[in-house]
Each structure stands twice: as C-alpha cells, then as structure tokens.
C-alpha cells in the first residue's frame, strides 16, 4: 500500500524564507537554505518550495557569516538543490514550458503551476506531455465567499470561474499529476485543515491530492488522513518552530498507526 506523505512547505518572498496568513501577511524567518538542510536530514518525505514574490527583486540582505545572496530565483533553486536529499516540488513564476525545464535541470523532481493554468488551461495538457504527468502538480487556492468555495489565482487576488470540483476535474483530465490543495481561509490560522473542502476534492478526483493550510498541531495531520482520501499531508508554518519537527510529526503518525514512513532515528 502507497505512504501517506508527510510534506514541509517553505514560502519564499523576494529572497527571504516568510510565514504566511491569509495569503496575505509574512513575517520574515531567516535563511532559506539553512531550513531545507534542516527538514532534510529531519527525514521529510518531499519538500514544495513555492516563490510567492510579486516583483524579480531577490535580496536576503544579509552578506555576513558566509550567507550567500543569489540575485534570481534560479539562482536559490540552485542553491537548495545542493542543501537537499528529498525530492522538491517547485513553484512560482513558472509561464512557459522553458520555465519548467530550467527547474528541472537544477535538480527539481516536480513544478507546482497556478496562474498559468488558469489564464491557459492547456498549459497543462502541454506541460505534462512534455515532461510527464508526475512531474506536474497544479496548486488549487480556495476561499470561502458566501458559503461557497470560490477558486482564486494570482496569489489569492484573482476569482476563477470554476467551482472547486470542476476545476479539479479539469486539471487531472488534461494531465495533472497530482493538486495542491491551499485554504485561503485556514492560512496561517493554526485551527486545522477545511476537513470539507478536503472531502469534497479527494472524493472526486483519481490523483493524488495534498492537503495545505491551518495546520497548528499534529493532530491535524491526524484529522486529514484519518477523514478525507488525501495522499498526503503538507504545512509551512509549523515546522519552522519546532526542533525536529518532521521526525516528531512523523512519529505521531506512525505510533498512531497511520501508514507513513517508520521515522529514521539514524539521521536524528
């Protein structure tokens, strides 16, 4: 039987590693690549690195203690890339299939689209063509607009047409590999996933879905493998306070009997 997947997100806003709410507000948390060498060797599953910076502007501000300060954001995928032992989903200002193949000759195993995909939905059905429908993750941001979960692009500003169960039907029909499903609403909130929306897509589609957003205790993690068909499991925010926190989320899950990876004591 397939693992479930136990996944770190990490948010990059013009060269700064941020923790995000709401699709909205960031608090700065220091070096990105000092936290994928963390989460790696804390036995992460995959990591998705998501580059939610509106402008080309790259700068950490810091060139003390031996801190590089990459200039492009290919630049910082080269950089994690060398920092990393677990397979990377990329994402952010991907616009065209040159785009894709750049990340993954830097070492990316997958690219997470967006914006793209809405503006042109055969995108989709190019991208996974060209480059294989495991390597294709299409990130589905969701709101709650008057009791109805209303699809939004460009980084949470944009309304799209599609309700949420159209649009995920859509994506895995031209190819999609696997969504990354985001609540605007739980962003950064702590309180747990939105177990319904997290129903309403997994129960729908035949691909793999990844829950994200409002993880604020393992027990969420517990709640979402336990009551929706997600393959997996993702959060940002939480792991950055939390010394070893994958191992020890890990091994909530796996005392619990959930059928993920046995923890790697070895690397702890």
Same mark, same amino acid.
């Given at each position: 039987? +397939?693992?479930?997947? %136990?996944i770190?997100?990490?948010?990059l806003? @013009?060269?700064c590693? /941020?923790?995000?709410?709401? #699709? ?7 070096n990105l690549s000092?936290?994928v ?7 992460s ?5 998501l580059?939610?910076?509106?402008d ?5 501000r810091r060139?003390?203690?031996g ?8 630049e910082i995928?080269d950089?994690?890339a ?10 952010g ?8 193949e +750049?990340?993954?000759v %830097?070492g990316?195993?997958?690219v997470?689209i @967006?914006?793209?995909? /809405?503006v042109?939905k055969t #995108? ?6 060209e ?6 993750v299409?990130s589905i ?6 009791g109805?979960?209303?699809i939004?692009s460009?980084g949470?500003?944009t309304p ?5 169960i159209?649009w ?5 029909d031209l190819g999609?590999?696997e969504?990354l499903?985001n609540?605007?609403?739980r962003?950064g909130?702590?309180n747990g996933y939105d177990m319904?929306?997290l129903?309403?897509?997994?129960e729908?589609?035949?691909i793999?879905v990844?829950a994200c957003?409002g993880?604020g ?15 997996a ?6 792991f950055?306070?939390v010394?070893?926190?994958v191992?020890?989320a ?7 009997g959930?059928?993920?990876?046995n ?6």
């Amino acid at each position: 039987m +397939k693992k479930k997947r %136990l996944i770190p997100v990490l948010l990059l806003k @013009n060269g700064c590693l /941020v923790k995000s709410k709401g #699709f909205s507000r960031y608090q700065n948390l220091g070096n990105l690549s000092t936290a994928v060498k963390r989460l790696s060797e804390w036995d992460s599953d995959e990591l998705i690195f998501l580059d939610i910076s509106t402008d080309d502007v790259y700068d950490i501000r810091r060139d003390d203690q031996g801190y590089t300060n990459p200039q492009s954001f290919l630049e910082i995928i080269d950089d994690v890339a060398k920092v990393t032992f677990m397979p990377v989903t990329i994402g952010g200002k991907i616009r065209s299939l040159v785009d894709i193949e +750049k990340r993954l000759v %830097l070492g990316a195993d997958k690219v997470s689209i @967006n914006s793209i995909a /809405v503006v042109d939905k055969t #995108f989709i059905k190019q991208a996974a063509q060209e480059f294989g429908s495991q390597c294709i993750v299409v990130s589905i941001d969701v709101k709650n607009v008057d009791g109805k979960y209303t699809i939004f692009s460009d980084g949470g500003e944009t309304p799209v047409q599609y309700n949420v169960i159209e649009w995920s039907t859509i994506v895995e029909d031209l190819g999609a590999g696997e969504i990354l499903l985001n609540s605007i609403d739980r962003d950064g909130m702590g309180n747990g996933y939105d177990m319904a929306l997290l129903k309403l897509v997994s129960e729908n589609v035949n691909i793999p879905v990844i829950a994200c957003g409002g993880v604020g205790d393992w027990r969420h993690f517990e709640e979402a493998l336990e009551g929706t068909a997600v393959d997996a499991v993702a959060a940002a925010n939480i792991f950055h306070f939390v010394d070893q926190s994958v191992f020890l989320a890990k091994k909530y899950l796996y005392d619990k009997g959930f059928n993920v990876r046995n923890p790697d004591l070895i690397n702890i």
